[in-house]
């Protein structure tokens, strides 16, 4: 048998003639930038997140960029953010010239540890960036709570997270501002690169807009210090377009997840994302923690099974910048032992029971310890 890590293909099958319809018709009106689907796209991931206003633009990363630039972040402030995330959560950050500040994970949900965050608070913090690690919710309550004491936003970076819930509120509409990606394997994976900003302020609304549109709110009147961070119709046609499915899409992957998990739940060397009982996580990555990963992935490889690591250097490790080794020890420990198993809403139960079944072989012959 033979499993990808991820199955896209099967994804656009299921949307294609739809799809082609649309594209035939925004090629007919030439309607190539920021058009009428990016609009109506708009207006539903939004309210799919108990959000009044959405801006869709050109990927996760600018949204990031983006919800930083909203709130004036620049040159001698800082911002704090996990250690375990994907790099682009720090690139918000240094491109408002501000200074990431790293704060390690819990190592029951692998999200930012809400206990540590107050202690990094200095005069100059400007902003808090929760991330919904693997589609898991952090901490939203204790965040929160921090933030108000301090007088200091959450920013959301829920790139992972379409959906998911904290407290059975929707992630996206507890930060001020809540960047989204649409990269093609994500939950809701648009036909190219693509994010979302969603807030409740039209003020923050209207300004990053303004600043995606080449700091411009009328043609060649630039009053901001712009850039291009438009989505491309084309593009947010697809996003319109298999919003009615995310749900569905979304379901799929939480069986999938509770299978791998009742299937591995004896196999006393598997670690999982804890859940918190009030949360909705909605799995983006299947994650699973072993001692013996290097040789866990190299065996499933050979049955068949591909798998990815999610992250194999935590960021405060990345050359670019200047944490130490033993500044966020769980979030090292994660990255040496994490592995991400095949998931997305065609995984069959079969192939589900099959990697569950090699990963038994394995442990069964390694004895190993977590
Ligand atoms: C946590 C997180 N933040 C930000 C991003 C950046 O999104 P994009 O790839 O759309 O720029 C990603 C994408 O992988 C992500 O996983």
């Not at 108990?50 to 800082?78: C, P, Q, W, Y």
């Not at 819930?165 to 036909?191: C, I, M, R, T, W």
């Not at 918190?276 to 040789?295: G, M």
């Not at 994490?338 to 390694?366: G, H």
Request: proline share 4%; charged share 20%.
């Amino acid at each position: 048998m033979k499993i990808p890590f991820v199955d896209l293909k099967s994804n656009f099958d299921q949307i294609k003639k739809e799809y082609l319809i649309r594209v035939d018709q925004i090629l007919n009106d030439t309607s190539f930038i920021d058009g009428y689907y990016n609009r109506s796209f708009e207006d539903k991931f939004a309210s799919l997140h108990d959000s009044k206003f959405g801006v869709s633009l050109s990927s996760g990363t600018a949204g990031n960029h983006m919800a930083l630039r909203a709130l004036n972040i620049g040159v001698g402030d800082e911002v704090i953010l996990p250690a375990n995330t994907f790099i682009a959560t720090a690139w918000g950050i240094t491109l408002c010239g501000a200074t990431p500040v790293f704060v390690d994970v819990d190592p029951e949900t692998f999200n930012i540890d809400s206990k540590q965050v107050e202690e990094k608070i200095t005069s100059n913090t400007k902003a808090i960036i929760a991330v919904h690690l693997y589609g898991l919710p952090a901490k939203m309550d204790a965040l929160l709570r921090v933030g108000k004491k301090y007088g200091i936003p959450i920013i959301e970076d829920a790139a992972q997270a379409h959906l998911a819930e904290f407290d059975s509120q929707k992630v996206g509409s507890f930060g001020k501002l809540s960047s989204f990606s649409f990269y093609p394997s994500k939950n809701l994976g648009a036909f190219g690169e693509a994010g979302a900003i969603t807030t409740n302020s039209e003020e923050l609304t209207l300004k990053i807009r303004k600043i995606i549109n080449q700091g411009s709110e009328s043609k060649y009147v630039h009053s901001e210090l712009g850039t291009n961070y438009r989505l491309s119709h084309l593009i947010a046609a697809s996003l319109d377009l298999k919003i009615p499915y995310l749900q569905e899409w979304t379901e799929a992957r939480i069986r999938i997840a509770n299978r791998y998990q009742n299937n591995l739940k004896d196999i006393s060397n598997i670690n999982f994302q804890k859940v918190p009982s009030n949360c909705k996580a909605v799995y983006h990555l299947f994650v699973v923690q072993t001692q013996n990963r290097s040789d866990l992935q190299k065996h499933l490889n050979e049955k068949g099974i591909s798998t990815g690591i999610h992250y194999p250097i935590p960021i405060h490790l990345q050359s670019i910048f200047n944490g130490k080794q033993g500044d966020c020890p769980i979030a090292e420990k994660l990255a040496q032992q994490t592995l991400s198993l095949p998931i997305y809403p065609n995984l069959t139960d079969s192939e589900v029971d099959y990697v569950c079944d090699r990963i038994r072989d394995f442990s069964m012959n390694k004895n190993i310890e977590v």
